[in-house]
Every structure is written in C-alpha cells, then in structure tokens.
C-alpha cells in the first residue's frame, strides 16, 4: 500500500514487540521498519532513517521512554505502550497520540491507530502533491470480525450503538465493532458527525428531513433525544 506510515518499534520485551509486530502487520496503512531494544538504539535510527511513528515503551534500559521523547526536537507521532498506567499524563503533556496498557488488544490498538488518521487531511507525504492531484478522500479501519476493514466516513449514514458494540451502517451494509458510540464521536469529531441521541451518531449531509424529535436519513426515522435537543437544533438550524 502506498502512503504507508513508516514506524519503529522501541520495546525490550521480545513477547511485547512481536505481539506488537503482528497488529502492525494486520493494518494496511502502517509499515514496520525497525524494532529497536532500547532507546539508544532508537534515537539512532531516527536521525537517521524517515520515521511517522514510534510505538514507545516507557520502562526501558539505559535511557527511559518519556527521556528518549524529550530528547527529540521534532518527534514523530508516537503510541505509548507501557504496562504502567502512573505515566499516562506525563505522556500526554509530551503530546503523545495514545496510550496503551499491557496487555494489549487488537481492537484497542486498531483505535490507537486510528487516530494516526486525519480525516481532513492527507498524510504527510501526500501533501506535497501537484495541483492535479486527487483529493484523498477521509477513513478510518475498524476491527469487524478479528479483520481491520476499510471504511471511508462520506459513505457512513449513522452510527447506532448496541448492547456491547455499535453498528456503523452505509448505504450498502452495516458494520458492527466493538467502540463505544462515545469514543466515535471523540475520533470523528467534524462538523458532518452529530451526536442526536445517546444511542445515534448520524452524517449531518445524509439527513434528509427532520423535526424537533426525529430525523430522517435514507428512509430510516432516528430519534433525536431530550437532552440533545436543544444542540441539534442549533446544529441543524444554521443553514435552515
């Protein structure tokens, strides 16, 4: 796959960085270069070699994981993944992107990942393109059935949650995976998502009617809850 983020792994537990290996492997839009054994080792190689991401554990020999990142002027992106929960706000005030706790699932690396993921914007290499080039259209993966599938947000009609998942439905089929309808709302927070119940997320250019207690999106009639009202309709108000 082109466009692939380049990403290192710096983990000195050889089970941690081969579980680690695998999820990499499994996602389409991450490329693993290197795995580095400590963070000399990986300062080393991101001097020296194109690096998007670091998957970065904290306790570590020689230099630690939080040492390594200040060390850095420009830092790539980087997935803390540590099996102390005590460094999370450290690791958020170096602006990390996620941080992960041993041990590790697929399904909450997939979303870790996915916030590597800009909707409405190109990833780095593609951003020095030529005017002719294509607009990449905005998506994310979501772990459905133990596989990372592809699905791209203009053709996402709304989001239901469920009793221990949420079904993501297009015009074509839903999707069920196992996010809560918070964390999507958090991850594809843009002015075309709108939160209109506690159970909906919907595609605000997918509605095609609607009134202070519902809305409409391809034939389906979807509540619009109390609490939400008042923010819906201001939302839905605007171009009205």
Sequence with gaps: MNNQLRCIIVEDEPLAAEILSEYIAQTPFLNLTHICNDAIEALDVVR????????????????????FLKTLLHPPKVIVTSAYHEFAVQGFDLQ???YLLKPIEFSRFTKAVNKLLQPHRAPADLQ???????????????????RSVKIYLDEILFIESLKDSVSIVTKSKAYNTHYQLGELEELMRSD?????????LVAVDKIESFSAAEVEIAGRVLPIGRSHKEYVMEKLGRGA
Excluded: C, M
């Excluded at 080039?133 to 059935?145: C, M």
């Design 192 to 200: 075309n998502f709108l939160r209109i119940h506690r159970s909906f």
């Design 96 to 98: 990390v992107v996620d």
């Design 48 to 67: 020296t070699h194109p690096v998007d991401v670091v998957f970065l554990d904290i306790n570590l020999p020689k230099l630690s994981g939080l040492e």
């Design 128 to 146: 020095v393109n030529t005017k002719a080039a294509q607009p990449v259209r905005p998506y994310y993966f979501f772990t459905v059935n133990k």
